[in-house]
């Protein structure tokens, strides 16, 4: 199957800027997802990239290289709120719209 | 409102019993789909489904089966519950063509 790759968990500070990486595998790949999910809350959604380069909503971006199979979620002007599991997922040619995620990334934002 | 509603926030039930997870979506979706969420493992597929009465397994489908009788519902069935099937699982549906997912609140089931 699809490998996605993100690291376990990240800190940071109230007000500054975080980036989260997600690299997976090229092959058959069709689209890459990311999800934000508060502790004992279900996945929601935060941007969508099929195309090569930087998607920008708001406080959150998306960026995607499919040729290095390497994506990463820029989150700035930190909040205390954003303290959240951050997921990413492909979705593969073929698969009938079936994602396959990632383990996720638990980010701490301090004061 | 969209919604993906599922029956249970909590369950607790012994080995050995069947259990009926419900997923009720509101939005003509075609597909939906059941993970199972657990630490250090993330989301992981259980069985999908692309239209009424389809169905197809995902990475994990090993103890479960699911029924898909109408579009707008999905059950995902444990016929003999058993410890390694604590777990919270999740109910999503997508349609249109980005595969965007809605989730249902999620079931935590625990097995005794």
Known sequence: ?111 | DVKVTQSSRYLVKRTGEKVFLECVQDMDHENMFWYRQDPGLGLRLIYFSYDVKMKEKGDIPEGYSVSREKKERFSLILESASTNQTSMYLCASSGGNTGELFFGEGSRLTVL
């Open chain 1, 1 to 111: 199957g699809q490998n996605i790759d993100q690291p376990t968990e990240m800190t940071a500070t109230e007000g500054a800027i975080v980036q989260i990486n997600c690299t997976y595998q090229t092959s058959g790949f069709n689209g890459l997802f990311w999800y934000q999910q508060h502790a004992g809350e279900a996945p929601t959604f935060l941007s969508y990239n099929v195309l090569d380069g930087l998607e920008e909503k708001g406080r959150f971006s998306s960026f995607l290289s499919r040729s290095k199979g390497y994506s990463y979620l820029l989150l700035k002007e930190l909040q205390m709120k954003d303290s959240a599991s951050y997921l990413c997922a492909g979705i593969l040619t073929g698969g009938g719209n079936k994602l396959t995620f990632g383990t996720g990334t638990q980010l701490k934002v301090e004061l």
